[in-house]
């Protein structure tokens, strides 16, 4: 299976300012995941990012707060912009593995965010 | 509202005890998978079913697919303080769109 690197692993920010993280894939995938989670509870799906296009957004995030940036087939950046205490939460990186038809999520070790 | 809701939310047991977790839906998924979570990691997946009535053993963990493929249950015999972490079920739809369940918090204690 792949092997994700993400940076940063936590970080703590002052409101109204931005983060970009960085999510690197050590083999080409097609698509990429953007999930949230609070701690110790669910995943909620923040974007796809396709190479070569335009992510596509879920309900609830928008471009201009999460904007997404797909340069290759291994490397993925989500910006969380213009802070503020509700973006407090945990951001993974995810790609589905396995081989065509495969459905197996693999998963960075996460970024955890705190805005003060 | 989650479209795979679990139950319990959190189970604090103790080392040797039974437990079973549920994943239930009112939707049908091609396939359902279980993920485990430790503190500072990314969930890892435990196991996949596909087939309605499927049953599969990891080891003490036993994973079983409803017959009409809406919901689903982690049994684990004999838990071990290892077994301590987030358990997230997850509905896999058109083989790309993945649903996560509310999460099972799980402590074991020694």
């Known amino acids: 299976s792949a092997v994700i690197s993400q940076k940063p692993s936590r970080d703590i920010c002052q409101r109204g300012t931005s983060l970009t993280i960085q999510c690197q894939v050590d083999s080409q995938v097609t698509m990429m995941f953007w999930y949230r989670q609070q701690p110790g509870q669910s995943l909620t799906l923040i974007a796809t990012a396709n190479q070569g296009s335009e992510a596509t957004y879920e309900s609830g995030f928008v471009i201009d707060k999460f904007p997404i940036s797909r340069p290759n087939l291994t490397f993925s950046t989500l910006t969380v912009s213009n802070m503020s205490p509700e973006d407090s939460s945990i951001y993974l990186c995810?790609?589905?593995?396995?081989?065509?038809?495969?459905?197996?999520?693999?998963f960075g070790a996460g970024s955890r965010l705190t805005v003060l | 509202t989650q479209l795979l809701e679990q139950s319990p939310q959190f189970l604090s047991i103790q080392e040797g005890e039974n437990l079973t977790v549920y994943c239930n839906s009112s939707?049908?998924?091609?396939?359902l998978q279980w993920y485990r979570q430790e503190p500072g990691e990314g969930p890892v997946l435990l196991v996949t079913?596909?087939?309605?009535?499927e049953v599969k053993k990891l080891k003490r963990l036993t994973f079983q697919f409803g017959d009409a493929r809406k919901d689903s249950s982690l049994h684990i015999t004999a838990a071990q303080p290892g077994d301590t972490g987030l358990y997230l079920c997850a509905g896999v739809k058109n083989f790309n769109k993945f649903y996560f369940g509310s999460g099972t918090k799980l402590n074991v204690k020694p």
């Open positions: 079913v596909v087939t309605g009535g």
């Open positions: 995810s790609v589905r593995t396995g081989g065509s038809g495969a459905n197996v999520l693999t």
């Open positions: 939707s049908v998924f091609s396939s």
